[in-house]
């Protein structure tokens, strides 16, 4: 589903020059949950930005469910993100005069879908991560953990090929933390390619392979028996 070809990733130019991600090559096959580790700085949410179509490498090479990415325009790579791949962040990124629903609606709208078929997914996808009573309420009137999970809903409304999560239990306490990680985990049962950067061992617990960096480099990647919760 995923594949990564000598992957480098610079920031700056001439002699300041930032050398974050140090040709990469890693292979994800459709249906994996991947938790990426490492320390700050490792390069962690640099390698999934590129993985994800949202930023662009120096160089090398990404290629996903077989499309070859490299070239794209920011309108292919656009049209791609909206078709094809789901994301969480750190931040939620809900839109606070919006309430859930219609923050779940958005991408769906944005893909040419009538009101009425957006409404439809996007209270599917709600009901789908236990919030289908909170289909009318803003973020602001839901937990960090409630928003978390209507990320999750906008993340999967539209059923994407791959899930990006980019520390998604990092502004939780650890009860929400384990909600949003069970979704994450149910989704993954039903087929879905998950590639997560957590800092947090007790959650990449839950993935089946761990690979961490260190100084923009692979240094360990391992397939594990994932933690399940009860």
């Known amino acids: 589903m995923i594949e990564v070809k000598n992957l480098i990733k610079n920031y700056g130019e001439g002699d300041v020059v930032t050398r974050v991600l140090r040709g990469i090559d890693l292979t994800i096959p459709a249906g994996q949950f991947v938790a990426i ?122 059923k994407p090929d791959i899930l990006f999560a980019d520390e998604p239990t990092a502004s939780l306490d650890s009860v929400s933390s384990e909600d949003v990680i069970k979704v994450m985990r149910d989704l993954h049962a039903k087929g879905q390619t998950i590639v997560m950067v957590t800092h947090e061992p007790e959650y990449a617990a839950f993935a089946e392979r761990v690979i961490t960096l260190e100084d923009g480099q692979v240094v360990s990647d391992k397939l594990q028996t994932a933690r399940t919760i009860a």
């Open 37 to 158: 580790m490492g320390k700050s700085g490792a390069g962690k949410s640099t390698l999934m930005y590129q993985m994800s179509l949202l930023d662009q490498p120096t160089s090398g090479s990404v290629i996903l469910d077989n499309v070859v990415t490299d070239g794209f325009d920011e309108k292919k790579r656009t049209t791609f993100r909206l078709k094809k791949l789901g994301y969480i962040f750190q931040d939620y990124a809900l839109l606070p005069e919006l309430n859930a629903v219609e923050n779940v609606e958005v991408p769906l709208l944005m893909l040419g879908l009538t009101n009425a078929e957006a409404r439809e997914k996007a209270s599917r996808g709600l009901e789908a991560v236990g919030l289908g009573h909170r289909l009318h309420n803003r973020p602001s009137q839901l937990s960090g953990g409630e928003q978390q999970r209507v990320s999750i809903a906008r993340a999967i409304a539209q």
